[in-house]
């Protein structure tokens, strides 16, 4: 057997051997690396903010996403390879789980071909799975993506987050929020069928506690509806009796919508929050999804006099719809003078022209909002974007 057929096969005997599957990830990684002929590998995984990569098993240093080669790599979701200064080459190789970065994966070797890149990047997608599949039990992966403590409205929020990215060939949805460890009534969520995307932004009044358990039973109602075939209106419904029912005097706003993958068919309910924006091509829709919001969830005896109000659009290919809470246009820029709607829609625009990866693009947004007020925004700041565009037949 020569030497590549021998380092595959050794892979595929890890892989076939159920008992590996409980081998902690330092341990996988090492075996693995040795299997794959390389001198060494380190998982990095990026912090909550987007701000650094630190290191899952070795001894490495933490690095920094904007000012380093694996930053890099995570930021553009490409290989980056540089020379060491003993001789050796390393590959730096984003981490993706589907469509969502988890950090990156530092592979040493003695020299860089084609067979040794497709080992890494095989290496590089099971890396990505395993910390997928062991992270919501593994305080280590944890503590490794957080560098201070988290607040428990915080804390109890971010265990109903889904993952920050999601995606098929026909449509892309990714998210921020900030502050990442002191959020108090803000929420996303986004999730896929064979044929829609579900995606909704929820902002919960105050700043609190029972704010954040205002957005966690929020979140729960509409899942439990959405998981049982329910239509939009009968998801708001189901928020509003669970509110009505646990937190009478709470309410929340939000936008929950479904896009159709097939044909760009998008509906949506607008439950007293800011108006979604259309961006096509390189321009702003003005007014294109401008409704009359209906109340906010919660109260619905008191605030409702009619039912509430489907609305819907067709996007076309390569639209993006951008859904934010009030948050991300009252933050401060550097002059004091707040953000706003203007400049916010041409952050997106300028970044999407050049060309840059949706959930970049929302990252390097939510950072120079917190940067411009050291890092102490007024109020919690989210934003969710999806583009559709559905793959040529």
Known sequence: MDQAKSADHLLGEFLADPGNAALDLATAVAHCSRAMGFEDCVVYLVDLQQRRLSPLNGVAETLSVDDSLAGWAYRTQSLRVEESDFGAITAWLPLVDGAERLGVLAVRTPAVDALSLRRA???????????????????????????????????????????????????????????????????????LTESTLHAGILDAMGHSLASGLTTVVSLAACRNARRTGADLPELVESVDAA???????????????????????????????????????????????????????????????????????????????????????????????????????????????????????????????????????????????????????
């Not at 109890?156 to 009534?185: D, N």
């Not at 706003?340 to 970049?360: C, K, Q, S």
């Not at 693009?361 to 974007?385: F, G």
Request: hydrophobic letters at 40%; glycine letters at 6%.
């Open 121 to 191: 990047r095989t290496l590089a997608a099971l890396f990505a799975m395993m910390v997928t599949s062991k992270r919501t039990y593994k305080d280590t992966f944890v503590r490794r993506t957080r560098t201070e403590p988290m607040r428990l409205p915080a804390e109890m929020l971010r265990a109903y987050l889904p993952p920050r990215t999601i995606g098929t060939t026909h449509a892309v949805s990714t998210a921020v929020m900030e502050p990442a460890y002191e959020v108090g009534g803000d929420a996303f969520d986004h999730a």
């Open 243 to 393: 509110l009505a029912s646990w937190l009478p005097d709470q309410f929340c706003t939000a936008i929950l919508a479904r896009l159709d993958l097939a044909t760009g068919g998008l509906r949506w309910i607008n439950c007293g929050h800011p108006a979604p924006l259309l961006l096509r091509g390189q321009s702003l829709v003005a007014g294109a999804m401008d409704r009359d919001a209906d109340p906010p969830m919660g109260l619905p005896a008191v605030f409702a006099t009619h039912p509430r109000t489907v609305h819907e659009i067709a996007l076309e290919p390569g639209d993006r719809v951008l859904m934010y809470t009030d948050g991300v246009t009252e933050a401060r820029t550097p002059d004091g003078s707040e953000f706003g709607l203007e400049r916010f829609v041409d952050y997106v625009i300028r970044a999407t022209a050049t060309g840059e990866l949706a959930p970049e693009t929302l990252r390097r947004l939510i950072h120079s909002l917190l940067d411009s007020q050291d890092n102490k925004l007024r109020d919690d700041a989210t934003i969710l974007m999806f583009e559709w565009q559905p793959t040529s037949r």
